[in-house]
């Protein structure tokens, strides 16, 4: 199947997606490692006053 006329390698673009995942994986598991042996807190979540302060009392 032909998509237009130069015949451009997608493996390329192909290759982001697996190598993105694994990178995501990665962190995932290590935050979950993370936070299980109590290296690290676990952030809790906003309150609604911090909410309806806006964007400076969340940072």
Do not use: K
């Not at 493996?11 to 936070?35: E, K, Q």
């Amino acid at each position: 199947m032909i998509f237009g006329v130069i015949d451009w390698p997608v493996w390329l673009s192909h290759v982001w997606v697996p190598i993105g995942t694994l990178a995501l994986s990665l962190r995932l598991l290590t935050n979950a490692c993370l936070y299980l042996l109590g290296v690290t807190p676990v952030p809790s979540p906003p309150s609604l006053d911090e909410m309806q302060q806006g964007g400076e009392a969340l940072r």
